[in-house]
């Protein structure tokens, strides 16, 4: 298995087939957002996306910039593994009632059109 970094993104491939990846945006110099990460649906999902978001880490401490994450797995990552020296303040909720909402597919309207 092998990591792989081009700039906004963090893959794992094995034998040339890609198994994971991690998407990110460098606003800045000093502001990053962890978008979203990929696992193919045949791969241990919790284990590969630790290992992208463990280098994407190492890859935003050395660049010495915040991050604002996104992916919903990555949040809730971040909250079984601290890094307040990373986060940008005010990140989302991942649950609750102030976590982001699935947008509906059919929207019910309550008045005539």
Do not use: C
Not at 65 to 83: E, M, N, S
Request: hydrophobic fraction near 40%.
């Amino acid at each position: 298995m092998t990591i792989t970094e081009e700039p906004g993104q963090l893959t794992i491939t094995q034998d040339e087939q890609l198994l994971a990846s991690l998407h990110y945006l460098r606003l800045s110099t000093t502001s990053w957002v962890l978008e979203q990460i990929f696992v193919r649906p045949s791969q241990p999902a919790t284990e590969r996306a630790a290992d992208l978001i463990k280098r994407f880490t190492e890859l935003a401490t050395a660049a010495n910039v915040t991050v604002k994450v996104l992916d919903p797995y990555a949040k809730r990552y971040f909250t079984q593994h601290p890094a307040p020296d990373l986060l940008a303040a005010h990140q989302l909720p991942v649950s609750g009632a102030a976590a982001v909402q699935p947008v509906a597919l059919h929207i019910n309207h309550s008045e005539e059109e």
